[in-house]
């Protein structure tokens, strides 16, 4: 049995929205493929990836699909650079410790790693945050704004057991975390204690200068980050599971299409 591929057709919204003048229109960054893909995890892809173009779309946004596994799609959003209002970075494989400093060798649980993408997003990321456009990161999404603030990776996470399931067990599960005080994140989805779905073997470890932690995991593991003096989101949880319901995904997508305004 070959390797599973995961398709744009897989993924996109069917009532997907044609830009617009007035209408919100957000670069979508993701990569649908990548080494060490198990046909599970090919369907969190799918799924995932699917309810978060599901979302822009109920809020009125059109979108554009970047799959950074494809180098044509990853160079062609480069040369244009921010093309769209905001651009929202969506979950998946570990980033290559290369980008961020991080020691050389095996990673315990590791997976997913493709350093070409890495580099890329990094790079398209720095086009948007230079346009002073909103961002907004999911998972690898927030731990990829980390890297390109300075920041570092905590490449595993050894006790494991608030942020994943264990071997044999579903890999997401339903994580308390508490969202800090006087912060974006606060803003958006309430202060306090937040019960989310989270699946992730890494974090963000030294947080990148210019960020603050948004929220923390039971644990003191960074479950978010954010610029205070931009509109830059990102969060370690992923709202797009929707076995843990639509609040989250629904309020961080409105707040998203907020900040093109």
């Not at 790693?113 to 945050?129: N, T």
């Not at 990829?144 to 942020?163: F, K, M, Q, R, T």
Request: glycine share 12%; proline share 5%; net charge negative.
């Amino acid at each position: 049995m070959g390797t599973p591929v995961v398709t744009r057709a897989e993924v996109d919204s069917p009532g997907a929205l044609a830009p617009a003048e007035g209408r919100p229109h957000v670069a979508v960054l993701v990569s649908l493929n990548f080494p060490d893909m198990t046909e599970h995890v090919a369907e969190l892809v799918r799924r995932f990836t699917s309810n978060a173009l599901a979302a822009l779309t109920a809020a009125g946004a059109s979108y554009d699909l970047i799959d950074s596994s494809v180098p044509g799609e990853l160079a062609g959003a480069l040369a244009t650079g921010a093309a769209a209002d905001a651009l929202l970075i969506l979950g998946g494989g570990d980033i290559s410790a290369a980008c961020y400093g991080g020691a050389a060798g095996p990673v315990a649980n590791s997976y997913g790693v493709d350093e070409h993408a890495d580099r890329g997003s990094l790079e398209l990321f720095g086009a948007y945050q230079q346009a002073a456009l909103p961002v907004l990161g999911i998972c690898r999404g927030a731990q990829l704004i980390n890297v390109a603030y300075g920041g570092s990776i905590l490449p595993d996470i050894e006790a494991y057991e608030l942020h994943r399931g264990g071997p044999g067990e579903p890999m997401f599960l339903d994580e308390k975390i508490e969202v800090l005080d006087d912060t974006r994140l606060a803003r958006i989805l309430g202060a306090g204690a937040l019960t989310v779905r989270s699946g992730h073997h890494q974090a963000v470890d030294r947080v990148g200068e210019g960020l603050v932690v948004a929220a923390r995991a039971l644990d003191g593991i960074v479950e978010a980050i954010e610029d205070p003096a931009r509109w830059v989101l990102g969060v370690q949880f992923h709202p797009e599971d929707d076995d843990g319901g639509d609040h989250e995904l629904t309020r961080l997508t409105l707040a998203l299409l907020a900040a093109t305004r």
